[in-house]
């Protein structure tokens, strides 16, 4: 990543993450702390951007270095749309759909996998392996174990420059 980009990011992470501080001290102070921690979401929200203060603190302190495992903590800063989907009513809507249409996708997934597991078994029958097949050859040319085959079937399909030696067995 070219410096520029770099320091872009890093001005970036330091003004969202002091946003999000001045905003955490703003609802501590106009709730209270106890209306304030009666909210899951409120409670996770003050533990990532306190996460992130530490975080900038050691990557602004001199002769300290900054450990990856805190940048972890800026993975959990993307589930703070959960909190935007929960009030906003028309994505949550449609967070909803999606949820629905994937359990529908992934019976389709398994069928189309039990379809390329059928047609691989169906291939170690039809060109099973020879008896003079040495270990020279290369193993994902062939039919010779139900993982090389199936990958083999789904590579085939789109136009493999090497399709004559997936042939060549």
């Not at 003050?46 to 603190?57: D, F, N, S, Y």
């Not at 392996?129 to 090389?148: C, E, G, K, R």
């Amino acid at each position: 990543m070219p410096d520029s980009v770099a320091r872009g990011t890093d001005y970036c992470n330091y003004f969202f993450t002091m946003y999000f501080f001045v905003e955490m001290i703003t609802k501590v102070t106009g709730l209270g702390p106890h209306l304030y921690v009666s909210d899951n979401f409120n409670i996770f929200d003050a533990l990532v951007t306190i996460a992130g203060v530490v975080e900038m603190a050691l990557a602004l302190a001199p002769n300290v270095e900054s450990s990856s495992a805190m940048s972890v903590f800026r993975a959990f800063r993307l589930l703070r749309i959960f909190r935007l989907a929960r009030s906003w009513k028309s994505l949550n809507r449609i967070i909803n759909v999606l949820l629905v249409s994937l359990l529908s996708v992934s019976w389709l997934t398994v069928l189309l996998f039990l379809f390329i597991f059928i047609g691989g078994l169906l291939g170690m029958t039809v060109r099973p392996i020879p008896a003079d097949y040495s270990l020279t050859h290369d193993v994902t040319a062939s039919f010779s174990a139900v993982l090389w085959l199936q990958a083999g079937l789904l590579h085939c399909p789109w136009s493999d420059p090497a399709l004559p030696a997936w042939l060549d067995v």
